[in-house]
């Protein structure tokens, strides 16, 4: 099995998380739009608020993912979601794909929490833009046609739009637009990324020392003469096997290393 020829999950044009979150984001909305009063109850509940409003619960920092401002607000985040997702989700899989978004809008929406004391936040920014940094990631010479007509590689995309965040949220006061929140999904999203791929500081050493026996599998000496694609070769047949989530760490980092040279 050849890894240029692989797809985990098998390619879909509109993978189950990806159609789940949509549809589920778009109903939520429409309701609120047509059902008189729902809507400010949803925003109550729902939303975001900082905790010193009075209003703030424990199922908020997931719910605000599903709430919008408005036709546009909720247009653009779905339509980047399904533009920049739907590849990353064939790629990982439901299962990774599904935790990877919500780490990063429950970790930005806290992030946003701390920076931000005014105002509830809603919208799926945050874990949008997380997504945005995992394609970016993955595949950093992707060209990408800004308003279909101007190609731009990926990598130079996800940058621009972290400077372009980074900027707007120095003087976001008193914005409706939650720059924290975007900011905050991507760094979620970069920290998550790098754990998965087994280069944050001590990891390493952290993975040796309380992985358990059924995880480690010891060096042998036919490993260091075993060329990239026989090990790639050799990481794709383990998941279709055991799945992608039986991957360890290292492994799954020369996986997402070998994407990157395929594209």
């Not at 929490?113 to 509830?120: L, S």
């Amino acid at each position: 099995m050849r890894y240029d020829d692989y797809q985990p999950t098998g390619f879909s044009l509109m993978p189950p998380a990806i159609k789940a979150l949509i549809i589920s984001n778009v109903l939520i909305a429409l309701f609120g739009w047509l059902i008189p009063g729902l809507n400010y109850a949803l925003r109550d509940y729902g939303a975001l608020w900082p905790v010193g409003s009075g209003k703030f619960e424990i199922w908020q920092p997931v719910t605000y993912l599903f709430l919008h401002g408005g036709f546009g607000h909720l247009f653009f985040n779905m339509l980047a979601l399904w533009m920049f997702g739907v590849e990353i989700e064939n790629y990982w899989g439901t299962k990774h794909f599904t935790s990877y978004y919500f780490t990063c809008g429950v970790g930005a929406g806290i992030l946003n929490m701390i920076f931000t004391h005014d105002a509830p936040t809603i919208g799926a920014s945050g874990a949008v833009y997380g997504v945005l940094l995992a394609f970016g990631m993955m595949f950093p010479d992707r060209y990408i046609y800004i308003y279909f007509l101007l190609p731009i590689k990926a990598k130079y995309l996800v940058a621009i739009y972290a400077v372009l965040e980074f900027f707007a949220s120095l003087g976001s006061s008193g914005s409706n637009v939650a720059h924290f929140a975007h900011l905050g999904g991507m760094l979620i999203g970069f920290i998550y990324i790098k754990v998965m791929q087994g280069e944050l500081p001590m990891q390493g050493w952290l993975e040796k020392t309380f992985a358990s026996k059924q995880s480690y599998t010891p060096p042998t000496r036919s490993t260091p003469t075993r060329s990239k694609q026989d090990r790639i070769d050799e990481i794709l047949d383990k998941i279709s096997r055991t799945g992608y989530e039986s991957l360890t760490s290292e492994e799954k980092r020369e996986l997402l290393e070998a994407s990157k040279r395929q594209d």
